[in-house]
């Protein structure tokens, strides 16, 4: 079966021989497909082969290696006589994603509050100096980028390396969905405001404060996905 003429392209950068293609294969078609916009539509989305093999200028086998651990982690699967497939995850998976996401992220803002230098919260609070209450449509884009480089902060700032590995597969898998969510028109604003009071828990050592946003407004995002019906059940 041919891939859909409507599906997304993945923007594949080709890959250099080295001494695992494996691995460089796994790690570009693993960006690939957490920067495909997979909900964006309702057709199977299929990859192929030959294509990925051209496109990335190497062997199959190495394509066939890397698309195995994907599919071992959640992010395509295989159909037998059919081929390969990006996984889109149900309403209940993404649901029980984001509330382990809310566990580990608050556990790493509590962390944040406790071992963060003063540098580091003056980067914190900058990083969404530039985006005001009156969110337009025109910054839905890059506000979308920076919400997702926010949590990612937050992990990193927590300075717990278990935590920060244990979620990048999951905060891959969610990207997508905190992309859709955030450009909803009535999330933004509610978004920048909310942020602005992590990064001042934070930088008051707040940790039971900080931890307690973080978690409600990450399990807020369960809540929003149940109430507009977002995704397949």
């Keep these: 079966m041919a891939p859909s003429a409507h599906q997304p392209e993945l923007k594949?950068?080709?890959?250099?021989?080295?001494?695992?293609?494996?691995?460089?294969?796994?790690?570009?078609?693993?960006?690939?497909?957490?920067?495909?916009?997979i909900y964006g539509q309702i057709e199977p989305i299929r990859l192929?082969?030959?294509?990925?093999?051209?496109?990335?200028?190497?062997?199959?086998?190495?394509?066939?290696?890397a698309l195995t651990l994907l599919e071992q982690e959640g992010f395509?699967?295989?159909?037998?006589?059919?081929?390969?497939?990006?996984?889109?995850?149900?309403?209940?998976?993404?649901?029980?994603?984001i509330v382990v996401a809310?566990?580990?992220?608050?556990?790493a803002a509590r962390l944040a509050a406790q071992k963060a230098t003063e540098d580091q919260f003056k980067k914190l609070s900058e990083r969404f100096?530039?985006?005001?209450?009156?969110?337009?449509?025109?910054?839905?884009?890059p506000f979308s980028q920076a919400?997702?480089?926010?949590?990612?902060?937050?992990?990193?700032?927590?300075?717990?390396?278990?935590?920060?590995?244990?979620?990048?597969?999951?905060?891959?898998?969610?990207?997508a969905i905190r992309t859709i969510c955030v450009t909803h028109e009535e999330r933004p604003r509610h978004v920048v405001t909310l942020?602005?009071?992590?990064?001042e828990a934070i930088s008051q050592r707040d940790g039971d404060k900080a931890e307690r946003l973080v978690r409600d407004y990450t399990l807020d995002l369960a809540a929003y996905v149940e109430k507009h019906g977002l995704f397949a059940e």
């Design 12 to 37: 594949i950068v080709p890959i250099e021989a080295g001494t695992s293609l494996r691995t460089l294969a796994y790690d570009a078609l693993r960006l690939a497909i957490t920067q495909m916009d």
């Design 48 to 65: 192929d082969e030959r294509q990925l093999s051209q496109k990335l200028g190497v062997s199959r086998t190495p394509i066939r290696e």
């Design 76 to 97: 395509v699967r295989a159909v037998p006589r059919r081929g390969i497939y990006v996984v889109r995850k149900s309403r209940r998976e993404i649901c029980e994603m």
């Design 102 to 107: 809310a566990a580990l992220e608050s556990l």
């Design 129 to 141: 100096e530039k985006f005001s209450n009156e969110t337009s449509s025109e910054l839905l884009n």
């Design 147 to 175: 919400n997702l480089d926010f949590h990612r902060k937050i992990l990193a700032l927590g300075g717990c390396e278990l935590i920060r590995k244990t979620t990048e597969n999951l905060f891959a898998h969610i990207r």
């Design 195 to 199: 942020y602005k009071e992590i990064v």
